[in-house]
Nanobody, 115 residues
Framework: QVQLEESGGGLVQAGGSLRLSCAAS????????MSWYRQAPGKQRELVAT???????NYADSVKGRFTISRDNAKNTVYLQMNSLKPEDTAVYYC?????????WGQGTQVTVSS
């Protein structure tokens, strides 16, 4: 079965950096686009970044130039490098796989940016 496990969250000061990881299993990782979403308290979950199987990348306007999504198909892992973090980046970050009509989520990892 599909499993997604995020790690790397934590507490960081504004301007700092974090790297999130999402270890995937249960499917042919290299064949699918992978995404990172986030959900702040009281807000809807929003798409942060996507990387396709061909390594094309897309970002939300709010993170362009600060966040970088990457993948290592040998390790079945997708990453989110987050630089120049802002308090408004505080959220639970989720890894996501869309496969056919199904969506899969990890448990999430908390990122808190203090001002």
């Amino acid at each position: 079965q599909v499993q997604l496990e995020e790690s790397g969250g934590g507490l960081v000061q504004a301007g700092g950096s974090l790297r999130l990881s999402c270890a995937a299993s249960g499917f042919t990782f290299s064949s699918y686009a992978m995404s990172w979403y986030r959900q702040a308290p009281g807000k809807q979950r929003e798409l942060v970044a996507t990387i396709t199987s061909g390594f094309s990348r897309n970002y939300a306007d709010s993170v362009k130039g600060r966040f970088t999504i990457s993948r290592d198909n040998a390790k079945n892992t997708v990453y989110l490098q987050m630089n120049s973090l802002k308090p408004e980046d505080t959220a639970v970050y989720y890894c996501n796989l869309k496969r056919g009509n199904s969506g899969y989520w990890g448990q999430g990892t908390q990122v808190t940016v203090s001002s």
